[in-house]
């Protein structure tokens, strides 16, 4: 995340998550976690969705051991996104944390061709806090994106 201005800030707050998860309290690392991501109001994004929570709780661990590290070393540079050449539909929320509203910016950058769009009243949980303008904005999308 060098490239991302609040990349670091966003890191650095990972780490006490992280410390968290490795002590045994995997409630209080998922709510630090996504306090981090969503914001203060992450529960609502959960409450959106019954049982979702204790979903994400029981998945503690896969996120923590494997899809974790594979963020951290995973790389995507310019260079790699110049090979693509389907349509991009770039979607943010817009109560998101700082650092997605950078990376959403990013891929502006990197694919001015990208469809950018901004879902107001929604964090980066926007699929449970708003899923209908989510489904609206897709639809849309893939009515005028050709797939080849």
């Known amino acids: 995340m060098g490239v991302i201005p609040n990349g670091a800030e ?49 998945d503690t661990d896969n996120f923590f051991r494997l899809e974790m590290p594979a963020m951290g070393e995973w790389r995507f540079t310019r260079e790699d996104g110049n090979r ?30 990208a469809k950018r769009v901004t879902i107001p009243k929604t964090n980066h949980m926007l699929q449970a806090v708003e899923p209908r303008a989510l489904a609206e904005v897709l639809a849309s999308f893939w009515r005028t994106a050709p797939m080849r």
């Open 10 to 58: 966003f890191m650095a707050g990972i780490a006490p998550v992280i410390e968290t998860y490795q002590k045994g309290d995997k409630r209080a690392e998922l709510e630090g976690f996504l306090l981090l991501v969503a914001g203060p109001d992450w529960r609502r994004s959960f409450d959106a969705l019954p049982g979702s929570f204790d979903m994400a709780l029981a």
């Open 84 to 113: 693509i050449r389907q349509p991009i539909l770039a979607i943010v929320g817009g109560e998101s944390a700082p650092v997605f509203h950078e990376i959403h910016k990013l891929l502006q950058a990197w694919f001015p061709q």
